[in-house]
């Protein structure tokens, strides 16, 4: 039988209210609220029409009930300006990217969670404390996914067709989620991973991650998890000139606003300097993007050793997402287009330790 629910998850993850999907299937709106219900089932034709047009295979529909996302798990940014289309898209896109999760889990030993539970410290405070729990120092971080990666984070990417979602953060059944927004310069991306861990870590899972103090404290974490204070202070002059702050963002692969908002909250900048810096900056092209930045973004480590692995196996983009129901362009959305890198013939993962249960140990680089 068809499970009704998964119509209703195919249609969100499409962004589609039901008189859009009623328009692209000729089915009645009365109908289709129906299907979702479970009151009827549509006939094998119907079912092929909204396989179509919600693109996923008509083996989806026959699957397991999903639980849906809480909104409240989840640290959306400005949650009441955020439509409830991309919004629900984004949040059902994020869901089937967990059954990706369980498929990995079920083959693969992968890092423990690492993500400490702090009490209630300030931000600063919280971030000099996971650097030291983590062997950090003050040493610019290379790499903030494989970083997150190392130490259990589960990171996937939303689907690029909603760029108006930014990053988010949750815990599922003890285990941390990052998603993020893979549209946005590669420093901004670095950033909403920091912001994305303060979340998880000043929040945890029984503090609500949304609402602006959240938000606020979020953003603290991230600027003093990736420009350590002393490191700013021995690398960056007092009142320094916007020439030196764009080579300074350089130093810790951060957008140039960025540092400006750190040197001024560390009282390198005075409030007339800042808002000069910020003034030429914009003039320059910094508030819209990142000029002369970083040459590509951050992508998954874990998730490149395991379609490495994988193919080292025989297994296909197109089998996985055949064992998840969904088409390959679909699982290909929740993975960062990891998917290139494990056609390009490395086979360098299928050398991993494998454990007694045979799964490899996917041992991961900070």
């Known amino acids: 039988m068809i499970t009704s629910s998964r119509i209703t998850t195919a249609r969100k993850r499409r962004g589609l209210t039901l008189a859009e999907l009623s328009t692209r299937v000729a089915v009645s709106v009365q109908s289709l609220s129906n299907y979702e219900r479970g009151r009827t089932e549509p006939t094998p034709d119907t079912l092929a029409r909204l396989a179509a047009a919600l693109d996923f295979p008509e083996s989806f529909f026959f699957q397991p009930d999903l639980e849906p996302i809480p909104l409240d798990a989840v640290s959306f ?12 898209a984004a949040l059902w896109a994020s869901r089937l990217a967990l059954e990706l999760h369980s498929w990995i889990e079920d083959r693969f030993r992968l890092p423990a969670n690492d993500i400490p539970t702090l009490g209630r410290p300030d931000p600063e405070t919280a971030a000099e404390m996971i650097r030291a729990r983590w062997g950090l120092g003050t040493a610019p971080i290379s790499n903030m ?17 909603y760029a108006d979602v930014d990053a988010f953060a949750m815990w599922r059944d003890g285990t941390p989620f990052i998603f993020l927004n893979t ?34 404290e979020a953003n603290a974490f991230a600027s003093a998890f990736l420009m350590p204070r002393s490191s700013v202070i021995e690398h960056m002059p007092k009142t320094p000139l916007v020439q030196q702050i764009l080579r300074g963002r350089r130093i810790w692969k951060v957008a140039a606003l960025a540092l400006t908002y750190r040197l001024h909250d560390l009282d390198m ?5 800042y808002r000069r810096t910020c003034i030429e900056l914009g003039k320059l092209g910094y508030r819209r993007g990142e000029p002369s930045g970083m040459p590509g973004r951050e992508s998954s480590q874990l998730l490149d050793k395991v379609f ?3 193919k080292s196996k025989g297994m296909t983009l ?16 929740w993975v960062f287009g990891l998917i290139v890198t494990a056609r390009s013939g490395r086979t360098s993962a299928s050398t991993d330790p494998v454990t007694r249960e045979g799964r490899p140990r996917l041992s991961l680089v900070q």
């Open 77 to 88: 940014r400005a949650r009441s300006k955020l439509a409830a289309g991309p919004r629900d």
């Open 145 to 161: 996914v494989h970083l997150l990666e190392a130490h259990g984070v589960r990171v996937f990417s939303l689907p690029p067709e």
């Open 183 to 216: 549209l946005k310069t590669p420093e901004r991306g670095r950033f909403d991973a920091a912001h994305e861990l303060g979340h998880l870590i000043l929040h945890g899972e029984d503090r609500t991650l949304a609402g602006p103090q959240a938000e606020q």
């Open 269 to 273: 900048l005075s409030d007339w300097h």
């Open 308 to 310: 490495t692995a994988m």
């Open 318 to 333: 197109h089998h996985i997402a055949r064992d998840l129901h969904v088409s390959p362009e679909e699982l290909s959305s």
